[in-house]
Protein backbone atom coordinates (compact mmCIF):
# COMPACT_ATOMS: atom_id res chain seq x y z
CA UNK A 1 0.00 0.00 0.00
CA UNK A 2 1.66 3.68 -1.29
CA UNK A 3 1.55 5.51 1.54
CA UNK A 4 3.45 8.46 0.18
CA UNK A 5 0.22 10.62 0.15
CA UNK A 6 -0.23 9.92 4.27
CA UNK A 7 3.53 10.55 4.38
CA UNK A 8 3.80 13.65 3.02
CA UNK A 9 0.51 15.51 4.85
CA UNK A 10 2.31 14.05 7.94
CA UNK A 11 5.22 15.38 7.08
CA UNK A 12 3.58 19.05 6.39
CA UNK A 13 1.28 18.69 9.63
CA UNK A 14 4.24 18.18 11.92
CA UNK A 15 6.34 21.23 10.15
CA UNK A 16 3.54 23.71 10.74
CA UNK A 17 2.52 23.09 13.77
CA UNK A 18 6.42 22.46 14.87
CA UNK A 19 6.19 18.96 15.46
CA UNK A 20 9.12 17.23 15.61
CA UNK A 21 11.13 13.48 17.13
CA UNK A 22 13.84 13.74 19.12
CA UNK A 23 17.20 14.07 17.79
CA UNK A 24 18.59 10.59 16.68
CA UNK A 25 21.92 11.66 18.08
CA UNK A 26 20.00 12.14 21.48
CA UNK A 27 18.61 8.76 21.44
CA UNK A 28 21.60 7.10 20.25
CA UNK A 29 23.61 8.48 23.66
CA UNK A 30 20.36 7.75 25.93
CA UNK A 31 20.62 3.91 24.96
CA UNK A 32 24.65 3.85 24.39
CA UNK A 33 24.12 4.92 28.53
CA UNK A 34 21.76 2.16 29.23
CA UNK A 35 23.72 -0.63 27.57
CA UNK A 36 27.13 0.92 29.63
CA UNK A 37 25.32 1.07 33.21
CA UNK A 38 25.94 4.56 33.54
CA UNK A 39 23.06 5.22 36.16
CA UNK A 40 24.04 9.23 36.44
CA UNK A 41 24.07 9.69 33.06
CA UNK A 42 20.82 7.96 32.32
CA UNK A 43 18.88 10.07 35.11
CA UNK A 44 20.02 12.81 32.98
CA UNK A 45 19.59 11.72 29.65
CA UNK A 46 15.99 9.87 30.90
CA UNK A 47 12.50 11.63 28.89
CA UNK A 48 9.71 10.84 30.48
CA UNK A 49 6.42 9.83 28.64
CA UNK A 50 4.71 12.29 29.56
CA UNK A 51 7.37 14.62 28.23
CA UNK A 52 5.47 15.46 24.81
CA UNK A 53 8.01 16.95 23.31
CA UNK A 54 9.86 14.33 20.66
CA UNK A 55 7.26 12.14 21.17
CA UNK A 56 6.58 10.46 17.87
CA UNK A 57 2.40 9.73 17.75
CA UNK A 58 1.56 6.43 17.40
CA UNK A 59 -1.93 6.03 18.27
CA UNK A 60 -5.12 8.72 19.03
CA UNK A 61 -5.59 6.74 22.18
CA UNK A 62 -3.55 8.72 24.47
CA UNK A 63 -2.68 5.01 26.67
CA UNK A 64 -1.93 3.57 23.69
CA UNK A 65 0.12 5.87 22.21
CA UNK A 66 2.20 5.84 25.32
CA UNK A 67 2.09 1.58 25.67
CA UNK A 68 3.18 1.60 21.86
CA UNK A 69 6.22 4.17 22.60
CA UNK A 70 6.91 1.75 25.76
CA UNK A 71 7.01 -1.46 23.88
CA UNK A 72 9.32 0.72 20.66
CA UNK A 73 11.74 1.50 24.15
CA UNK A 74 11.77 -2.28 25.50
CA UNK A 75 12.45 -3.75 22.23
CA UNK A 76 15.56 -1.25 21.56
CA UNK A 77 16.87 -1.66 25.05
CA UNK A 78 17.09 -5.54 25.06
CA UNK A 79 18.53 -5.40 21.93
CA UNK A 80 21.62 -3.03 22.99
CA UNK A 81 21.57 -4.56 26.29
CA UNK A 82 21.81 -8.62 24.54
CA UNK A 83 24.32 -7.41 22.21
CA UNK A 84 26.07 -5.38 24.90
CA UNK A 85 26.90 -8.84 27.15
CA UNK A 86 23.18 -9.04 28.97
CA UNK A 87 22.66 -12.36 28.75
CA UNK A 88 20.17 -13.48 25.85
CA UNK A 89 17.62 -15.21 27.85
CA UNK A 90 17.50 -12.73 30.45
CA UNK A 91 17.48 -9.88 28.34
CA UNK A 92 14.26 -11.06 26.04
CA UNK A 93 12.42 -12.94 28.80
CA UNK A 94 12.90 -9.47 30.96
CA UNK A 95 11.39 -7.55 27.61
CA UNK A 96 8.62 -10.30 27.76
CA UNK A 97 7.76 -9.23 31.14
CA UNK A 98 7.98 -5.71 30.76
CA UNK A 99 5.58 -5.81 27.74
CA UNK A 100 3.28 -8.26 28.86
CA UNK A 101 2.95 -5.55 32.03
CA UNK A 102 2.56 -2.28 29.63
CA UNK A 103 -0.84 -4.64 28.22
CA UNK A 104 -2.01 -4.62 31.55
CA UNK A 105 -1.75 -0.92 32.50
CA UNK A 106 -4.61 1.00 32.10
CA UNK A 107 -3.28 4.07 33.27
CA UNK A 108 -0.88 6.60 31.88
CA UNK A 109 0.52 7.44 34.71
CA UNK A 110 0.76 3.16 35.42
CA UNK A 111 2.75 3.20 31.79
CA UNK A 112 5.16 6.30 32.48
CA UNK A 113 6.52 5.09 35.82
CA UNK A 114 6.81 1.01 34.14
CA UNK A 115 8.64 2.65 31.29
CA UNK A 116 11.01 4.25 34.31
CA UNK A 117 10.95 0.71 36.16
CA UNK A 118 12.27 -0.98 33.08
CA UNK A 119 14.79 1.30 32.05
CA UNK A 120 16.52 1.68 35.47
CA UNK A 121 16.30 -2.51 35.81
CA UNK A 122 18.08 -2.87 32.35
CA UNK A 123 20.98 -0.35 33.29
CA UNK A 124 21.56 -1.32 37.22
CA UNK A 125 21.84 -5.21 35.55
CA UNK A 126 24.22 -3.26 32.53
CA UNK A 127 26.08 -1.53 35.83
CA UNK A 128 26.76 -5.07 37.60
CA UNK A 129 27.55 -6.70 34.25
CA UNK A 130 30.42 -3.70 33.64
CA UNK A 131 31.56 -4.43 37.51
CA UNK A 132 32.22 -7.82 37.10
CA UNK A 133 33.99 -7.57 33.66
CA UNK A 134 37.28 -8.88 34.79
CA UNK A 135 38.88 -12.20 34.23
CA UNK A 136 37.37 -13.82 31.55
CA UNK A 137 37.14 -17.24 33.17
CA UNK A 138 35.06 -15.84 35.66
CA UNK A 139 33.10 -14.08 32.59
CA UNK A 140 32.31 -17.58 31.27
CA UNK A 141 31.64 -18.86 34.97
CA UNK A 142 28.88 -15.87 35.16
CA UNK A 143 27.63 -16.46 31.74
CA UNK A 144 27.12 -19.79 32.27
CA UNK A 145 25.36 -19.24 35.37
CA UNK A 146 22.89 -16.67 34.18
CA UNK A 147 21.97 -19.07 30.79
CA UNK A 148 21.51 -22.18 33.32
CA UNK A 149 19.87 -20.00 36.00
CA UNK A 150 16.56 -22.36 35.43
CA UNK A 151 18.33 -25.40 34.89
CA UNK A 152 19.91 -27.77 38.03
CA UNK A 153 23.67 -27.60 37.69
CA UNK A 154 26.98 -28.18 39.72
CA UNK A 155 30.14 -26.44 40.19
CA UNK A 156 31.51 -28.86 38.16
CA UNK A 157 30.27 -27.68 35.15
CA UNK A 158 30.69 -24.04 35.82
CA UNK A 159 34.00 -24.81 36.44
CA UNK A 160 34.37 -27.24 32.92
CA UNK A 161 32.76 -24.46 30.42
CA UNK A 162 35.07 -21.65 31.99
CA UNK A 163 38.37 -24.35 31.37
CA UNK A 164 39.45 -24.25 35.07
CA UNK A 165 39.37 -27.26 37.41
CA UNK A 166 36.66 -26.64 39.90
CA UNK A 167 38.89 -26.06 43.13
CA UNK A 168 41.08 -23.35 40.77
CA UNK A 169 37.76 -21.62 39.85
CA UNK A 170 36.55 -21.68 43.30
CA UNK A 171 39.86 -20.03 44.45
CA UNK A 172 39.95 -17.40 41.47
CA UNK A 173 36.12 -16.90 42.30
CA UNK A 174 36.28 -15.94 45.65
CA UNK A 175 39.58 -13.59 45.14
CA UNK A 176 37.74 -11.66 41.76
CA UNK A 177 34.22 -11.19 43.23
CA UNK A 178 34.48 -11.28 47.16
CA UNK A 179 31.74 -14.25 47.21
CA UNK A 180 31.55 -18.12 46.65
CA UNK A 181 30.62 -19.05 43.72
CA UNK A 182 27.54 -21.10 45.84
CA UNK A 183 26.52 -17.46 47.25
CA UNK A 184 26.35 -16.02 44.08
CA UNK A 185 24.72 -18.44 42.94
CA UNK A 186 22.19 -18.22 45.33
CA UNK A 187 21.77 -14.67 45.05
CA UNK A 188 21.42 -14.41 41.18
CA UNK A 189 18.84 -16.83 41.83
CA UNK A 190 17.04 -15.08 43.98
CA UNK A 191 17.59 -11.62 41.52
CA UNK A 192 15.05 -13.73 39.21
CA UNK A 193 12.61 -14.92 41.52
CA UNK A 194 12.14 -11.26 42.37
CA UNK A 195 11.24 -10.58 38.93
CA UNK A 196 9.03 -13.63 38.64
CA UNK A 197 7.24 -12.29 42.34
CA UNK A 198 6.89 -9.09 40.54
CA UNK A 199 5.52 -9.61 37.04
CA UNK A 200 3.75 -13.30 36.84
CA UNK A 201 1.45 -15.11 39.03
CA UNK A 202 3.17 -18.08 39.38
CA UNK A 203 2.90 -19.62 42.73
CA UNK A 204 6.05 -19.42 45.69
CA UNK A 205 6.06 -23.50 45.09
CA UNK A 206 6.29 -23.11 41.23
CA UNK A 207 9.27 -20.67 41.81
CA UNK A 208 11.53 -22.43 44.10
CA UNK A 209 11.01 -25.50 41.98
CA UNK A 210 11.31 -23.76 38.88
CA UNK A 211 14.88 -22.36 40.03
CA UNK A 212 15.96 -25.65 41.91
CA UNK A 213 15.76 -24.44 45.28
CA UNK A 214 16.04 -27.95 47.27
CA UNK A 215 12.82 -27.06 48.90
CA UNK A 216 10.16 -24.21 49.32
CA UNK A 217 11.34 -23.81 52.78
CA UNK A 218 14.98 -23.32 51.48
CA UNK A 219 13.82 -21.10 48.97
CA UNK A 220 11.56 -18.92 51.67
CA UNK A 221 14.72 -18.95 53.76
CA UNK A 222 17.27 -18.09 51.05
CA UNK A 223 14.60 -15.07 49.61
CA UNK A 224 14.68 -13.93 53.32
CA UNK A 225 17.93 -13.63 53.90
CA UNK A 226 18.92 -11.83 50.96
CA UNK A 227 15.97 -9.64 50.51
CA UNK A 228 14.81 -8.91 54.45
CA UNK A 229 11.32 -10.09 53.52
CA UNK A 230 9.93 -13.57 52.88
CA UNK A 231 8.11 -13.86 49.01
CA UNK A 232 4.89 -13.50 50.00
CA UNK A 233 5.67 -10.02 51.82
CA UNK A 234 8.00 -9.23 48.52
CA UNK A 235 4.97 -9.72 46.00
CA UNK A 236 2.30 -7.65 48.56
CA UNK A 237 4.50 -5.19 48.67
CA UNK A 238 5.33 -5.16 44.61
CA UNK A 239 3.17 -7.12 42.15
CA UNK A 240 0.63 -4.78 40.74
CA UNK A 241 1.86 -1.74 42.32
CA UNK A 242 4.17 1.21 40.92
CA UNK A 243 7.45 0.75 42.37
CA UNK A 244 10.52 3.29 42.58
CA UNK A 245 13.96 1.26 41.92
CA UNK A 246 15.72 3.46 44.71
CA UNK A 247 13.13 2.88 47.37
CA UNK A 248 13.42 -0.58 46.94
CA UNK A 249 16.90 -0.89 46.59
CA UNK A 250 16.57 0.52 50.34
CA UNK A 251 14.48 -2.12 51.62
CA UNK A 252 16.97 -4.86 50.72
Known amino acids: MD ?4 LHEALYYQTENNIYHARYEDEVNFYAAVKSGDLERVKKLYTPLNTK ?8 NPISNLRYHLIVAVGLITRYCAEAGLPFETAYTLSDLYIQNA ?16 IFDFTKRMKNIRIAETNPQIKLAKKYIHENIYNQFHEEEVADFAGLTP ?19 LK ?3 EESKNLLRFSDKS ?3 ISISLNFSSHSHFIATFKKYVNMTPKEYRNKFYGKQWDMDSEEGSE
Open 188 to 190: EKI
Open 167 to 185: SYLSTLFKKETGETIKNYI
Open 3 to 6: KSKD
Open 103 to 118: DKCSSEEGIIQLQRDM
Open 53 to 60: EGLGHLSN
Open 204 to 206: YID
